[in-house]
Nanobody, 120 residues
Framework: QVQLVESGGGLVQPGGSLGLSCAGFGMIFSDYKMGWFRQAPGKQRELVAQITSDLSTLYADPVRGRFTISRDNAKSTVYLQMNSAEPEDTAVYYC??????????????WGQGTQVTVAS
């Protein structure tokens, strides 16, 4: 059973930095495209960034140039480094995994979410 466990959320000042981590369990990590989504109060969940097994990345326009997604397949972990944080980045951040090969192709999995608050 696939399980995604996020860590690293918290309070950060505007202009500051924060790192998130997501560890995957019960999965062949390299078989999955990994991503981060976020959901602010009263808004829909939106893509933040994604990374494939061959390290191709995709970023949403609001975070491009400020956030960096990376992964370590040996540690079954995906990371999100948030720099130059803005109040608009305040949201619950969710780790996401989408199977890209083998049985269950295309099935998404979600972590429980971690709160990020950008405020002075």
């Amino acid at each position: 059973q696939v399980q995604l466990v996020e860590s690293g959320g918290g309070l950060v000042q505007p202009g500051g930095s924060l790192g998130l981590s997501c560890a995957g369990f019960g999965m062949i990590f390299s078989d999955y495209k990994m991503g981060w989504f976020r959901q602010a109060p009263g808004k829909q969940r939106e893509l933040v960034a994604q990374i494939t097994s061959d390290l191709s990345t995709l970023y949403a326009d609001p975070v491009r140039g400020r956030f960096t997604i990376s992964r370590d397949n040996a540690k079954s972990t995906v990371y999100l480094q948030m720099n130059s944080a803005e109040p608009e980045d305040t949201a619950v951040y969710y780790c996401n995994a989408i199977r890209t090969r083998g049985p269950g192709l295309g099935l998404p999995y979600w972590g429980q979410g971690t709160q990020v608050t950008v405020a002075s």
